[in-house]
């Protein structure tokens, strides 16, 4: 099973931070938080990945809290291409398969 | 860097045949590979995990027989798909891992879209 939830759907202005939160309470003390997207009928692309501090690289900003159960993602500026599946995934502890969640489809809008 | 490709990009094919799909990691030497399915509108579902060298592990309700995983390379994995059937039409993603902690992320191919008629 999956070890993170996130929402659905979310819709985001073009131009605007899109915030992506995901729950991974059940996260042990040496599991990294993986994030990558899905553009229609594309491959995942790696986004970004962190496992205590925030990260930011050049696509996004991961913030993850201090008792490392939830994250987010950010987009600080969000265009119409950033409009994908967002999957948040904490890899299946002592092995490196990752169990893929439902997600969150991101709508940014013009 | 961290590049995967997958051939073909699509294939159709009629029931009963088998259909070989080649993912290969072009700059980076891959220890691991993983094999996913994923239907329309649904999230991926890992298949099996493949290392260099040695047999495919396979998740629980995936058929070894019909799905056959071979990596014979660091840089080469295939799945054959054997005596397709209409229910296998799938899109086909796989991903590598890099060795000795470089490119410890999975990267993902572009994935292959099989039609089974």
């Known amino acids: 099973d999956a070890k993170t939830t996130q929402p659905t759907s979310m819709d985001c202005a073009e131009g605007r931070a899109a915030n992506l939160p995901c729950n991974h309470s059940?996260?042990?003390?040496?599991?990294?938080v993986y994030w990558y997207r899905q553009i229609h009928s594309q491959g995942p692309q790696y986004i970004i990945h962190?496992?205590?501090n925030n990260e930011t690289n050049e696509m996004a900003s991961l913030i993850i809290t201090e008792d490392r159960k939830s994250s987010t993602l950010i987009l600080p500026h969000a265009t119409l291409r950033d409009t994908a599946v967002y999957y948040c995934?904490?890899?299946?502890?002592?092995?490196?398969?990752?169990?893929f969640g439902t997600g969150t489809r991101l709508k940014v809008l013009a | 860097g961290a590049v995967v490709s997958q051939h073909p990009s699509w294939v159709i094919c009629k029931s009963g045949t088998s259909v070989k799909i080649e993912c290969r990691s072009l700059?980076?030497?891959?220890?691991?590979m993983f094999w996913y399915r994923q239907f329309p509108k649904q999230s991926l579902m890992l298949m099996a995990t493949?290392?260099?060298?040695?047999?495919?592990?396979?998740e629980q309700g995936v058929e070894k027989d019909k799905f056959l995983i071979n990596h014979a390379s660091l840089t080469l994995s295939t799945l054959t798909v054997t005596s397709a059937h209409p229910e296998d039409s799938s899109f086909y993603i796989c991903?590598?891992?890099?060795?000795?902690?470089?490119?410890?992320?999975?990267?993902f191919g572009p994935g292959t879209r099989l039609t089974v008629l």
């Open positions: 991903s590598a891992r890099g060795a000795r902690g470089d490119y410890n992320e999975q990267f």
């Open positions: 059940t996260i042990s003390g040496n599991e990294y």
């Open positions: 962190g496992l205590k």
């Open positions: 995934i904490v890899r299946v502890s002592g092995t490196y398969k990752y169990i």
């Open positions: 700059d980076f030497q891959a220890t691991t």
């Open positions: 493949s290392n260099e060298g040695s047999k495919a592990t396979y």
